[in-house]
């Protein structure tokens, strides 16, 4: 059975930083893309980040500057490293592995003014 474990989330101010942890586990078909999406309350669950192979990086344009997407792939871990946290990336945040597809349970990030 597939598991994706989340960690990392919490509340934290503005301009303030955190950093989340995917951990997959189980039987999943291939870990070679990974990525990070997010869904705010209201809102249509969106790409964050996601990395393929030996480091093909894509991120959604509202994070570009600010979130690092990293692997660590003999750990089958994937981080997501958020600086600047502003109010609007206020959101839950889920792993996800395309070649399932597989979702984690997800970690609410929740970023004050």
């Known amino acids: 059975q597939a598991r994706l474990e989340e960690s990392g989330g919490g509340l934290v101010q503005t301009g303030g930083s955190l950093r989340l942890t995917c951990v997959a586990s189980?039987?999943?078909?291939?870990?070679?893309?990974m990525a990070w999406y997010r869904q705010a309350p209201g809102k249509e669950r969106e790409l964050v980040a996601s990395?393929?192979?030996?480091?093909?990086?894509n991120y959604g344009d509202s994070v570009k500057g600010r979130f690092t997407i990293s692997r660590n792939k003999a750990m089958n871990t994937i981080y997501l490293q958020m600086n600047d946290l502003q109010p609007e990336d206020t959101a839950v945040y889920y792993c996800?592995?395309?070649?399932?597809?597989?979702w984690g349970q997800g970690t609410q990030v929740t970023v004050s003014s």
């Open positions: 189980g039987r999943i078909r291939s870990l070679a893309a």
């Open positions: 996800n592995v395309p070649s399932g597809p597989y």
């Open positions: 990395i393929v192979g030996g480091g093909i990086i």
